[in-house]
């Protein structure tokens, strides 16, 4: 089971936690832009375009269970119009954002951070979640022992979590 871009994020339960503004931004690629490098590709395109680095949260979901935001960075517009110039891993061609400053100061070993939320009350769903947010913080630490465990161990209620996700679709 993989994080996709949902077709709309949960609004009440964002609000539940302090997100009330979110924006619907559409992908242009600039020219050379990599997959996961979104940093990078927001300065290629600085150097050709006039505009700044917003740093914010992009979202993705695992079904209806579990809300994952990630750490991302766009272009602000002049016009303080958002643009996303990163290539999807989904294969889509607009994405969720949340502008947040702060996820700047949150960055380690040039890693941008991830915050990982059960949208239902399940218990393997929780587990997951716990395992998740531990491996965020191993993928910044640069712990591959400790990456190589909690995937196996994910890996481990995989059968459990795919039922979950059919009981709350």
Same mark, same amino acid.
């Given at each position: 089971?993989?994080?996709?871009? &949902?077709?709309?994020?949960?609004?009440?339960?964002?609000?539940?936690?302090?997100? +009330?503004?979110?924006?619907?931004?559409?992908?242009?690629?600039?020219?050379?832009?990599?997959?996961?490098?979104?940093? %990078?590709?927001?300065?290629?395109?600085?150097?050709?375009?006039?505009?700044?680095?917003?740093?914010?949260?992009?979202?993705?979901?695992?079904?209806?269970?579990?809300?994952?935001? +990630?750490?991302?960075?766009?272009?602000?517009?002049?016009?303080?119009?958002?643009?996303?110039? +990163?290539?999807?891993?989904? *294969?889509? %061609?607009?994405?969720?954002? +949340? &502008?947040?400053?702060?996820?700047?100061?949150?960055?380690?070993? *040039?890693?941008? &951070?991830?915050?990982?939320?059960?949208?239902?009350?399940?218990?393997?769903?929780?587990?997951?979640?716990?395992?998740?947010?531990?491996?965020?913080?191993?993928?910044?630490?640069?712990?591959?022992?400790?990456?190589?465990?909690?995937?196996?161990?994910?890996?481990?209620?995989?059968?459990?979590?795919?039922?979950?996700?059919?009981?709350?679709?």
């Amino acid at each position: 089971m993989d994080y996709l871009i &949902p077709a709309e994020v949960p609004y009440e339960f964002l609000n539940s936690i302090g997100i +009330t503004a979110v924006e619907h931004l559409s992908i242009e690629v600039v020219k050379g832009g990599l997959k996961l490098d979104c940093y %990078n590709n927001v300065q290629k395109y600085l150097k050709n375009n006039q505009g700044e680095i917003q740093f914010g949260w992009s979202y993705s979901q695992l079904g209806n269970i579990v809300l994952k935001l +990630t750490g991302h960075v766009v272009v602000k517009r002049p016009d303080n119009s958002l643009l996303c110039v +990163t290539p999807s891993e989904h *294969n889509t %061609n607009k994405i969720f954002f +949340t &502008p947040d400053n702060s996820v700047g100061s949150l960055i380690s070993n *040039n890693k941008l &951070p991830a915050k990982i939320h059960a949208l239902v009350d399940d218990e393997i769903v929780q587990k997951f979640v716990k395992l998740d947010q531990l491996h965020n913080q191993m993928r910044l630490d640069g712990n591959l022992i400790g990456i190589e465990y909690i995937m196996n161990e994910k890996h481990l209620i995989s059968k459990r979590l795919i039922n979950a996700c059919q009981k709350f679709s």
